[in-house]
């Protein structure tokens, strides 16, 4: 026993895990931590020592064209948000009156698409419907009239922005509708409130709590989407400048430009961060299909009418995309496509890198979760966190600051000094992948974590089960669930990739959506549409899969 | 000490502990083989006292002694006691089997003695043919027993019950203090009992240790204590004063 000092003993509070075993936890989540300080720091400081070298140019580059495409950027997003948001307006609120009517479930779901599809694929749906050889011209060569949409450009740009965001903040309005205590809406029906009213007096209130942030989130997702400005602008006018840094890279090698609008870039997104930081982030806790809200007020039949053809036109508007996407697919040759051996190595490619990716990102997720939890819980009552608890906290999702092609380009331009950075392709795109989830997987599952660590540590200590015992028989079985769903959604994350496939990507190392992206480049249409149908089914298989899983009744609770 | 039978006395000496703002002195010594109470308003430290004892807690000051020997320093898992919690008793993944043979070996690799053991506690607290069932299908009761039955195959010579039956209704407390007064008797282990009932005390014919602002304001037989001549402060709490 040793020695205790009697008297003036030293005041501590011990944890409920006495300190003697290895701090395993703390020591992995730092780990966790100095793998996304490595990734992003990385990439800046290459960036940083390319920028302050004189012969690079970088400071020549910033020139007209870059401020042009600067601007352009900020102007596609601000058009799309507005667009997006303004138009998920009127859509939300028809899906809020109207809480019972057959589709309207399937309507939500499919709402959720959108986001959950490989942005390549999207484009292909929607060039399958607007483009020049789509449904919309067909009908109209049909019916004689001369019109041939050109949606290359701002308006290919703005369409696809909205097909992806319009459904997003339809979710979210909704969220923030469903908020109103139900009292509002029996008042609103005593009080005989009109369509107008009711909007300004009820709904408005709670929409513009969450608007913001909608807003910024849309406007975020404009600012750093890649692969449709990449696949459907034209040309240098309709450039944004994650194009243009994969641009400078790719075709022009022209370094100087790429640190100049990687900067340019880096230096845009945190400050829109920073205003979002503002606004607050939108939720869409409370939000679920199960839920409805009892409406009470007689709609006026002209209202009904105009609600439902606004229900309409969204659904047609998400859906028909899609549908062309599945059924432009299907036309494809898949004889031929399966018998080409790049198809088969790059879906080969293309799940191991995804599965690489998310298996690495669970891991540092749990990683990251678990040592908060334990930190938090050794932390002696009243004092504030530490620096380090804070960075477990918020590290994952600090990734988001930086887009992938940032890090892609700054890891690109570092390792051009020692090797190929071509070499370098499966690693880039694992670790840039696995980056990315890490916010999603630490949120799927540090709620049950927390909740399980609340629940057994005591007996635990007690039982005196620890260590790899129990993973094994405590933890294991109950984090099974949130594990694999994280895994899912990440690896479904990483097959849509483009940013860093096509900074790195070569004939050596192609995984599907490069292989796509080429076959669009090559004009070999009917490959690409097949192509965008196997990715599409794999991604969304994935995402079923989690999302499956994460609405399969968690585990019941102890008491019932 | 671990594995005799019978039970141990345990001591607080001149232990003190603060949580937040509130400080608390703990003196008590409840000699061996007998039952306990403890009760007092909330947050007058109750709770925190059989964390003290059982570890997952550290004093500030102080020792803890269980059997004679000073446990202070050790971790909860090598301390001669075994503990009841309100809820969160059981793994919710594991049946009743599994999680009572925790109390043997924490790593589940059971022998055949172990075994033994097992069936013969789970006999014990009646819930015979419930082995393979998971929590989740248990009464609030049920779980409770399976509770107490892990802590009759780890066979440590204290048990502390932490508001064990404070969910259950009446009679099904009466039932599980009538179990835990059988097994005493059959173990003649130490029993500490946080309650918020007073009459448990009574019933179980026990000491009373009763708490207030986190000292120890009155002890002795539940008896007399709970009797028209008992302290003030107790009366007060009782609301049996005017």
Redesign the interface.
């Known amino acids: 026993?040793?020695g205790?000092a009697e008297?003036g003993?030293?005041?501590?509070?011990?944890s409920?895990i006495?300190r003697?075993t290895f701090p395993a936890k703390p020591l992995a989540g730092a780990i966790a931590l100095a793998f996304l300080a490595l990734l992003a720091g990385g990439a800046l400081f290459s960036l940083a020592f390319e920028a302050s070298r004189d012969e690079s140019g970088a400071f020549a580059a910033f020139d007209a064209y870059l401020w042009r495409v600067a601007r352009f950027t900020l102007l596609q997003a601000l058009l799309s948000t507005l667009l997006s948001v303004g138009l998920a307006l009127p859509v939300a609120r028809a899906l809020h009156a109207h809480q019972h009517f057959i589709g309207r479930a399937f309507i939500l779901r499919l709402f959720a698409l959108p986001l959950a599809l490989p942005a390549l694929v999207a484009v292909l749906g929607i060039t399958s419907i607007y483009g020049r050889a789509g449904f919309i011209a067909k009908t109209a060569h049909y019916f004689d009239f001369g019109f041939t949409p050109d949606i290359y450009g701002l308006t290919g740009i703005l369409l696809a922005h909205v097909f992806f965001n319009l459904p997003l903040a339809v979710r979210l309005l909704l969220a923030g509708l469903d908020s109103i205590p139900p009292d509002y809406w029996k008042l609103s029906a005593q009080l005989g409130m009109g369509s107008g009213s009711r909007f300004r007096l009820i709904e408005w209130p709670a929409i513009a709590r969450s608007l913001p942030g909608i807003m910024g989130l849309v406007f975020m997702l404009c600012v750093t989407s890649f692969t449709i400005v990449l696949t459907l602008g034209g040309g240098p006018r309709a450039t944004t400048l994650e194009v243009a840094i994969y641009q400078a890279l790719h075709y022009d090698f022209d370094i100087g430009r790429a640190v100049a609008l990687t900067l340019t870039q880096l230096a845009l997104t945190l400050a829109i961060l920073f205003l979002f930081r503002l606004t607050g982030r939108p939720t869409e806790e409370g939000f679920s299909l199960a839920i409805t809200t009892r409406r009470y007020e007689k709609l006026r039949p002209g209202e009904r009418l105009i609600d439902l053809s606004v229900i309409l036109l969204a659904f047609l508007f998400v859906a028909l995309p899609i549908a062309g996407m599945v059924i432009s697919g299907l036309v494809a040759d898949f004889g031929r496509l399966f018998s080409e051996r790049s198809v088969w190595r790059a879906i080969a490619t293309s799940l191991i890198l995804g599965g690489a990716a998310a298996l690495l990102s669970v891991i540092l997720s749990l990683a990251l979760v678990a040592a908060r939890e334990a930190v938090a819980s050794g932390r002696k009552?009243?004092r504030k966190q530490s620096f380090f608890e804070r960075g477990l906290d918020t590290g994952a999702s600090l990734i988001l600051v930086v887009p992938p092609i940032i890090i892609g380009a700054g890891w690109f331009i570092l390792l051009r000094h020692f090797a190929d950075p071509f070499d370098f392709a499966p690693w880039m795109v694992i670790s840039v992948n696995a980056a990315m989830a890490m916010p999603f997987a630490v949120r799927l599952l540090r709620p049950t974590w927390d909740t399980e660590s609340a629940?057994?540590n005591?007996?635990c200590?007690?039982?005196?089960?620890?260590g790899w015992?129990r993973l094994r028989?405590?933890d294991w079985?109950?984090l099974r669930r949130p594990l694999s769903v994280a895994f899912a959604f990440a690896m479904a994350l990483s097959l849509g990739d483009l940013g860093t496939i096509a900074l790195f990507g070569s004939d050596a190392v192609q995984t599907l959506p490069y292989l796509l992206l080429q076959r669009m480049g090559s004009y070999r249409t009917l490959d690409a549409a097949g192509l965008a149908l196997i990715l599409g089914v794999l991604s969304l298989g994935l995402m079923m899969l989690a999302d499956r899983g994460s609405q399969a009744s968690p585990?019941?609770?102890?008491?019932? | 000490m671990t594995g005799k039978k019978g039970g141990a006395e345990v001591t607080l000496e001149e232990i003190r502990f603060?949580?937040?703002e509130m400080r608390m002195h703990f003196d008590l010594d409840v000699p061996a083989s007998q039952i306990a109470a403890i009760i007092g308003p909330s947050g007058s430290g109750k709770s925190t006292l059989l964390n003290l004892i059982?570890?997952?807690?550290?004093p500030?000051?102080g020792?803890v002694l269980i059997g004679g020997v000073?446990v202070?320093?050790l971790?909860?898992?090598?301390r001669p006691v075994?503990?009841v919690?309100q809820?969160?008793?059981?793994?919710?993944?594991?049946d009743v089997e599994a999680n009572i043979g925790?109390?043997r070996s924490?790593?589940?690799k059971l022998t055949a003695a172990d075994r033994a053991a097992i069936a013969d506690a789970i006999a014990r607290v009646g819930l015979t043919g419930k082995e393979k069932r998971k929590?989740?299908t248990l009464s609030?009761g049920e779980?409770q027993r399976v509770a107490i039955a892990r802590a009759l195959v780890r066979n440590r010579p204290v048990l502390l019950l932490d508001e064990a039956f404070a969910?259950l209704g009446p009679a099904l407390r009466v039932q599980m203090l009538d179990l835990v007064k059988a097994l005493h008797a059959e173990t003649a282990m130490t029993v500490l009992m946080v309650t918020h009932h007073p009459e448990d005390a009574l019933h179980m014919d026990s000491l009373l240790f009763f708490l207030e602002n986190g000292m120890i304001a009155a002890s002795g037989n539940a008896k007399d204590l709970l009797s028209e001549t008992g302290p003030e402060a107790l009366k007060r709490y009782m609301g049996t004063t005017a």
């Open positions: 026993m040793p205790r008297g003993a030293v005041p501590q509070r011990m409920l006495p003697t009552m009243g629940r057994h005591r007996l200590a007690q039982l005196g089960i620890s015992t028989l405590v079985p109950v585990r019941k609770e102890e008491r019932p | 603060s949580y937040g059982a570890g997952f807690e550290m500030q000051a020792k000073d202070t320093r971790p909860p898992a090598e075994s503990m919690f809820e969160n008793n059981l793994f919710a993944h594991l925790l109390g924490p790593k589940l929590p989740e609030g779980r969910s």
